[in-house]
């Protein structure tokens, strides 16, 4: 049985009965914690559990053995609460929900996530579910804390400390090596939910995690169920869209497959070695969408050595069936950790204005 969060020392028992009508996932844990409840409530702490849950319920966690604790983030009709369950081990656990105003189809969509989830095996690059409360609303999508935050955030809290030095404690200091660690750790989560036949849809470094030893792992799939059976997505909504994450038959055609995953892939190595940068600096979104339909692809940044940029360039190819597959980026990118050569040289790093760039409407940063 797996551990319930990262860096938990003790595991958390397993209670369930045998269900006649479904049958049991080996790779699910009944997450059982036995503290009483706490005076502490709010509208997402409410009900009462036997303690005892069902097989055909799993994944199933009493909602009144979590406490939250703050909040993480949040979007239009989202939000990540930092929680820690009650019982006999404490450990911190990430939990996704919903606002008040959220529709059903935002309702829809953390469930599919949810059903996603469930079918996956702990992977050490890609975010762990470890439960869920779908009983009854809000619902809650709980997940492993991971403990250092967004891969973009991390990026530019780095390039600030190079640039002003560590005011407050806890070094972000980067290397080249960290940086193409980061790269090959998105691209072993992505090889592995490829595997699965999951389309993510909205790979980009605010949607990767970093954890201990500065790992990174695969987040907020926002994937739809039917991914798997067809893999191939298209989009039937319109709402605000990654840009300048999006390959042209994604922007263009509304097409979704793993291809354009990895077209995605190649803009994450970008803001990775930029640091975070917002990609295609200066550019606003109509012209992003007519430039890469015209053949437009960013060049390379003058502290980027060539073998790097070689790799993120052939995930932009018009082609899809040219560009690599995760398996052949995990392969190149772990020939440059072997190396000991700096293909990014961070004492090269330029300090423009417009790597910062933020809040451009219309369209998903």
Known sequence: ?????SGA???LSERSETSEDLEPNPHTSVLYLQRPRTAHSNRYESGETTGVIPE?????FPRHHLRFL??????CFGQVWKCDTLGETEVLVAVKTLKENASEKEKKDLLNEIEVMKLLDPHPNVVTLLGCCTDRDPLFLIMEYVQHGKLQTYLRESRAERQYGNLHGGSRHLTSRDLTAFAY????GMEYLSSKGIIHRDL?????LVGDSKTCKVADFGFARDVIINHVYERKSEGRLPIRWMAPESLYDNIYTTKTDVWSFGVVMWEIVTLGSTPYPGMAAGDVMRRVREGYRMEKPDHCKREVY???FYCWDEDPLKRPTFGELVKLLDKLLVGENDYIELD???DHAYYNITGLSGEKL
């Open 56 to 60: 055909h319920r799993k994944w199933e």
């Open 348 to 350: 090269r790093f330029p």
């Open 9 to 11: 020392e003790k595991k």
């Open 204 to 208: 980009a470094a605010r949607n990767i």
């Open 310 to 312: 070689n790799i993120l």
């Open 1 to 5: 049985m797996e551990t319930f969060c």
């Open 185 to 188: 750790h998105v691209a072993k």
């Open 70 to 75: 703050g909040l993480l983030g949040e979007g």
